[in-house]
T-cell receptor, first 113, second 112 residues
Framework: KAGVTQTPRYLIKTRGQQVTLSCSPISGHRSVSWYQQTPGQGLQFLFEYFSETQRNKGNFPGRFSGRQFSNSRSEMNVSTLELGDSALYLC????????????FGPGTRLTVT | DQQVKQNSPSLSVQEGRISILNCDYTNSMFDYFLWYKKYPAEGPTFLISISSIKDKNEDGRFTVFLNKSAKHLSLHIVPSQPGDSAVYFCAATAGNTGKLIFGQGTTLQVKP
């Protein structure tokens, strides 16, 4: 099976802009989660989607949003970008039986200038 | 409030010896625990998991031990290989969901 894919891999944006990141899960996986990794805060959970519904949400401001499509592909959006949003954004997918066993994509490196 | 803690930022071991990585947690509602390995510029790679109804799980060279009373888990790698050099994260979740809480990571260096 192909792994989790994320696009784009690298992105440079300016403060105040918005950005959309995309994730394609492993075939057959219906759960998709998003994480932010920064040097200071480590890996932090953003949100989880299952069957197009948000199942869990982390402690991030409303500028961070996501959605999942009927084919399980997911997107996350960050509006009004801040310098502190510079991070590696990771998407992970998991199967129905063990949603906690997540398989990660390579991530999207977002730099906000 | 850091619910999952890896108190050792780094660990260095000799090739062929045992590597022991440790993790502590505070939330008694956690019932699934995982270990991931991460190389720079890549996503974490799933290694092994354990549920709270077990105290040990093995997969090849990797064994995870869970001590619920101490709220402590550890990952043993035997024998250690230079290719094991990476950052190791422990993670936990409450309930059978995809919301993982990660520790800060431990950098393992295995010397030839």
């Amino acid at each position: 099976k192909a792994g989790v894919t994320q696009t784009p891999r690298y992105l440079i944006k300016t403060r105040g802009q918005q950005v959309t990141l995309s994730c394609s899960p492993i075939s057959g996986h219906r759960s998709v989660s998003w994480y932010q990794q920064t040097p200071g805060q480590g890996l932090q959970f953003l949100f989880e989607y299952f069957s197009e519904t948000q199942r869990n949400k982390g402690n991030f401001p409303g500028r961070f949003s996501g959605r999942q499509f009927s084919n399980s592909r997911s997107e996350m959006n960050v509006s009004t970008l801040e310098l502190g949003d510079s991070a590696l954004y990771l998407c992970a997918s998991s199967g129905n039986f063990r949603p906690y066993e997540q398989y990660f994509g390579p991530g999207t490196r977002l730099t906000v200038t | 409030d850091q619910q999952v803690k890896q108190n050792s930022p780094s660990l260095s071991v000799q090739e062929g010896r045992i590597s022991i990585l440790n993790c502590d947690y505070t939330n008694s509602m956690f019932d699934y625990f995982l270990w991931y390995k991460k190389y720079p510029a890549e996503g974490p790679t799933f290694l092994i998991s354990i549920s709270s109804i077990k105290d040990k799980n093995e997969d090849g060279r990797f064994t995870v031990f869970l001590n619920k009373s101490a709220k402590h888990l550890s990952l043993h790698i035997v024998p250690s290989q230079p290719g094991d050099s990476a950052v190791y994260f422990c993670a936990a979740t409450a309930g059978n969901t995809g919301k993982l809480i990660f520790g800060q990571g431990t950098t393992l260096q295995v010397k030839p």
